[in-house]
């Protein structure tokens, strides 16, 4: 069975920082791209950062602020987030999945989803 398990959620003021770690199991990820989708309430989820075997992306809304990196040996994916703002408040999802012909910005891309984990921040 495919988990994906995120942690490191909290509750900050605005300008602090958060690191959350996602932890795969089940399956190998290494080919896989992982990556980060946060919702806000009463909005649909948004792409954040995602890391594929040979780059990285991050959404115009958090450049410069989020940083994705990942530990292939370890199953594991972090996203370092800075200056965070309190429009960055959210449920972030960790997400993973095979090479696909949709764009990787997509939640159709990503096959493996795990349960979330609240960051609250605080102005």
Known sequence: QVQLVESGGGSVQAGGS???TCVGSGRTFSNDKMGWFRQAPGKEREFVAHSATYY???ANS???RFTISRD????TVFLQMN???PEDTAVYYCAAGPPSNYTTTSRRAYTYWGQGTQVTVSS
């Open 18 to 20: 958060l690191r959350l």
């Open 83 to 85: 200056s965070l703002k």
């Open 62 to 64: 958090v450049k410069g």
């Open 72 to 75: 292939n040996a370890k199953n």
């Open 56 to 58: 990285s992306y991050v």
